[in-house]
C-alpha cells in the first residue's frame, strides 16, 4: 500500500488523474448533502479498483484506521493506496466484488456467510482498533434509545409518524445490550458486499467502535429481513449461532428505525417528507408494536 499527496483538484479531476485512462463509473448517487463521501469502480482493462472520496478527513481516518487494524482479517476490503489532494482525503480499495446483499435475490447462504463473518468480528481482539474502555454500552444505549425518541418527536410531521407510536415507543424499554464488543455497526445489506465467486467482504467501516454485539447482529438481521425476506434473516441468525427472542428484536428494530428516520431527516431537511425511505415508517409502527405486546 502506498500514500499519495497531490496538489488540489475537484472530485472529478481527480477520479480522472487516479483513472489513468481507464473507464469510470460512478456508484453513489450525486448528493447535495454536507460531508458525503463518493464512490467510483475504476476499469482498466479487465481490471477494477473502487475509489472512495471522503467528505471529510475524520471519516478518511477513521476507516484507514479500522482497516489498518484488520488487515489480516479476511473480510475485510483490501487498500491499495491512499492519498490527499487538497481538502480530498481518499482510498484505493481492491474491487471486492459487483453485488452485494441488497442487490441480489435472496439468499440464504450468502446471509449465513455474513452471519458468521459478524460472529468472526466479535470474537477479535477489541484492542486492535479501539483503546476505548467502555465504548457503547447499555448506559448509553438507555440513554440514547431515549435521546433518538425525542429528536424523532420533533420530525414526526415530516415523515409521518404519528404521536400515539411516538408516545408508545416512549414506553418500550431500551433493548437490552451486552458487553461491548469490536462492532461495525452499519451491518446492512449493502455493505456486504460479493464477488462472482460468492466471497463476501464487509466494507465501509468508518463507524466501527466497540458496541453490544446485538448492535451489529440486530440491524443485519433487520435489514436483511426487509430487503431479503424472513428466511435470509433466519439464516444470518443460523450462521451467527445466536437467535435473539422477538420482543428483544422487535426493541432494537425500534432503536434502528428512529435512527434511520432521524438521520435520513437531518440530512434531508430540504427534502418532501415523500423522499423517507419507503415502508421505514411502517417498519417503526410494527415494532412498537411488537416491542409492547
Same mark, same amino acid.
Given at each position: 500500500?502506498?500514500?499519495?499527496?497531490?496538489?488540489? #483538484?475537484?472530485?472529478?479531476?481527480?477520479?480522472?488523474? #487516479?483513472?489513468?485512462?481507464?473507464?469510470?463509473?460512478?456508484?453513489?448517487?450525486?448528493?447535495?448533502?454536507?460531508? $458525503?463521501?463518493?464512490?467510483?469502480?475504476?476499469?482498466?482493462?479487465?481490471?477494477?479498483?473502487?475509489?472512495?472520496?471522503?467528505?471529510?478527513?475524520?471519516?478518511?481516518?477513521?476507516?484507514?484506521?479500522?482497516? @489498518?487494524?484488520?488487515?489480516?482479517?479476511?473480510?475485510?476490503?483490501?487498500?491499495?493506496?491512499?492519498?490527499?489532494?487538497?481538502?480530498?482525503?481518499?482510498?484505493?480499495?481492491?474491487?471486492?466484488?459487483?453485488?452485494?446483499?441488497?442487490?441480489?435475490?435472496?439468499?440464504?447462504?450468502?446471509?449465513?456467510?455474513?452471519?458468521?463473518?459478524?460472529? =468472526?468480528?466479535?470474537?477479535?481482539?477489541?484492542? #486492535?482498533?479501539? @483503546?476505548?474502555?467502555?465504548?457503547?454500552?447499555? =448506559?448509553? &444505549? $438507555?440513554?440514547? /434509545?431515549?435521546?433518538?425518541?425525542?429528536?424523532?418527536?420533533?420530525?414526526?410531521?415530516?415523515?409521518?409518524?404519528?404521536?400515539?407510536?411516538?408516545? $408508545?415507543?416512549?414506553?418500550?424499554?431500551?433493548? /437490552?445490550?451486552? =458487553?461491548?464488543? #469490536? $462492532?461495525?455497526?452499519?451491518?446492512?445489506?449493502?455493505? /456486504? &458486499?460479493?464477488?462472482?465467486?460468492?466471497? &463476501?467482504?464487509?466494507?465501509?467501516?468508518?463507524?466501527?467502535?466497540?458496541?453490544?454485539?446485538?448492535?451489529?447482529?440486530?440491524?443485519?438481521?433487520?435489514?436483511?429481513?426487509?430487503?431479503?425476506?424472513?428466511?435470509?434473516?433466519?439464516?444470518? /441468525? =443460523?450462521?451467527?449461532?445466536?437467535?435473539?427472542?422477538?420482543?428483544?428484536?422487535?426493541?432494537?428494530?425500534?432503536?434502528?428505525?428512529?435512527?434511520?428516520?432521524?438521520?435520513?431527516?437531518?440530512?434531508?431537511?430540504?427534502?418532501?417528507?415523500? @423522499?423517507?425511505?419507503?415502508?421505514?415508517?411502517?417498519?417503526?409502527?410494527?415494532? &412498537?408494536?411488537?416491542?409492547?405486546?
Amino acid at each position: 500500500m502506498r500514500h499519495v499527496k497531490e496538489g488540489r #483538484l475537484d472530485s472529478q479531476a481527480l477520479v480522472r488523474s #487516479l483513472a489513468l485512462g481507464g473507464t469510470v463509473q460512478q456508484l453513489t448517487a450525486p448528493s447535495s448533502r454536507m460531508n $458525503a463521501n463518493q464512490v467510483f469502480r475504476i476499469w482498466r482493462g479487465d481490471d477494477s479498483k473502487v475509489l472512495k472520496i471522503y467528505g471529510s478527513d475524520a471519516r478518511q481516518r477513521r476507516e484507514h484506521h479500522a482497516l @489498518n487494524a484488520l488487515k489480516d482479517w479476511t473480510h475485510s476490503p483490501q487498500v491499495l493506496e491512499s492519498g490527499v489532494s487538497g481538502d480530498l482525503h481518499w482510498i484505493m480499495f481492491a474491487d471486492a466484488g459487483k453485488w452485494n446483499l441488497e442487490t441480489l435475490p435472496e439468499n440464504p447462504g450468502l446471509a449465513r456467510t455474513a452471519g458468521r463473518i459478524l460472529r =468472526e468480528l466479535h470474537e477479535t481482539d477489541k484492542a #486492535l482498533v479501539s @483503546n476505548l474502555e467502555r465504548g457503547i454500552d447499555q =448506559e448509553w &444505549v $438507555a440513554i440514547d /434509545f431515549q435521546s433518538t425518541l425525542r429528536r424523532l418527536d420533533r420530525y414526526r410531521s415530516r415523515v409521518g409518524v404519528s404521536s400515539d407510536f411516538i408516545e $408508545a415507543a416512549r414506553s418500550v424499554n431500551p433493548p /437490552f445490550a451486552n =458487553e461491548p464488543v #469490536l $462492532a461495525h455497526t452499519d451491518a446492512i445489506p449493502r455493505n /456486504f &458486499v460479493v464477488d462472482d465467486a460468492g466471497t &463476501v467482504t464487509l466494507i465501509n467501516w468508518e463507524w466501527a467502535t466497540l458496541a453490544p454485539p446485538e448492535w451489529d447482529l440486530t440491524r443485519a438481521a433487520w435489514s436483511i429481513g426487509v430487503h431479503a425476506g424472513p428466511t435470509a434473516a433466519a439464516s444470518l /441468525f =443460523e450462521g451467527y449461532g445466536k437467535v435473539i427472542d422477538g420482543v428483544v428484536l422487535d426493541r432494537w428494530i425500534v432503536y434502528h428505525t428512529a435512527q434511520t428516520l432521524v438521520n435520513h431527516t437531518e440530512n434531508n431537511m430540504s427534502t418532501h417528507p415523500s @423522499n423517507v425511505p419507503t415502508g421505514l415508517v411502517d417498519e417503526f409502527n410494527r415494532a &412498537v408494536l411488537g416491542a409492547t405486546s
